[in-house]
């Protein structure tokens, strides 16, 4: 089964986020990573998530 890459990212100002899209973009965008906030994830979020 393919899975996504789970990106998780804690930030204040935003920085850490928008680094956050850019790795995200870097390794094709959201069809392969699936980016989450770590201060709003939820336990689901850590199961694998499908591609
Ligand atoms: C909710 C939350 C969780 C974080 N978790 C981690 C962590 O697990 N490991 C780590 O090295 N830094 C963690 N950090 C620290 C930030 O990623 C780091 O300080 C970053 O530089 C924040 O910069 P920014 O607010 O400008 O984006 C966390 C920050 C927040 C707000």
Redesign the pocket.
Known sequence: MAAKIGLF?????????AAADMICEAFGGKEQVALHD??RAKPEDFAPTPA
């Open positions: 990212f804690g930030t204040t100002t935003g920085k850490t986020e770590i201060a």
